[in-house]
């Protein structure tokens, strides 16, 4: 069945950087964009950003843009994203998330990886 | 950017009773969708197209609603239906997505 297996837990300090994994399997990866969407505690779910794992497009929230990275590798069915400057602020779980239509940038999300939670704390 | 506003922050409803969830959205929007969160587990894809249940959800959730008001109504409220739930438009330009701030579903 279609899933998405993130990778495990990070602890970082104030300014280091992260890099998290998101591995899909059961579906053609490379038709289905990737969306990140974050929790950090006691808060609501944030939208972090999407790559299209076909053409590796990407799109970010205004808010981050400037520290996330995104890429795929299509031989592994793997999308990364990654974080820098991090701040005490970006503690959170970190979902990654299949957009439920076939090559659509603004979406519903179907398919939800179980999450990486990410500490920064010094 | 689109802003949603979901009302009220917390809803207690008695089992068995309905629960009614509004969501807002500052402009008109062409599709929503709703989720639920539950502590430890990522959000669940409820509805989408405002009103098209997700596979395998009961038919005692139901969305509706057009424009800027949307509701989502579960009926029959059981002890699992005890979670967070968000509002999330899509088929937006900018692709920027965002999410309604969550109602809380409390058993009375």
């Known amino acids: 069945q279609e899933q998405l297996v993130q990778s495990g837990a990070e602890v970082r300090k104030p300014g280091d950087s992260v890099k998290m994994s998101c591995e899909a399997s059961g579906y053609t990866f490379t038709n289905y964009y990737i969306h990140w969407v974050r929790q950090a505690p006691g808060q609501g779910l944030e939208w972090v950003g999407t790559i299209n794992p076909g053409g590796g497009s990407k799109f970010f929230a205004p808010k981050l843009q400037v520290r996330v990275t995104m890429t795929r590798d299509t031989s592994t069915n793997t999308v990364h994203m990654g974080l820098n400057s991090l701040k005490s602020e970006d503690t959170a779980v970190y979902y990654c998330?299949?957009?439920?239509?076939?090559?659509?940038?603004?979406?519903?999300?179907?398919?939800w990886g179980k999450g990486t939670t990410l500490t920064v704390s010094s | 950017e689109i802003v949603m506003t979901q009302s009220p922050a917390t809803l207690s409803v008695s089992l068995g009773e309905t629960a009614t969830l509004s969501c807002r959205a500052s402009?008109?929007?062409?599709?929503l969708a709703w989720y639920q969160k539950k502590p430890g587990q990522p959000p669940r894809l409820l509805i989408y197209g405002a009103s098209t249940r997700a596979t395998g959800l009961p038919a005692r959730f139901s969305g509706g609603g057009s424009g800027t008001d949307f509701t989502l109504t579960i009926s029959s409220l059981q002890s699992e239906d005890s979670a967070i739930y968000y509002c999330q438009p899509y088929n937006t330009w900018p692709p920027a997505l965002t999410f309604g701030g969550g109602t809380k579903v409390e058993i009375k």
């Open positions: 402009q008109s929007i062409s599709d």
């Open positions: 998330a299949r957009g439920g239509r076939n090559a659509q940038w603004s979406d519903y999300m179907d398919v």
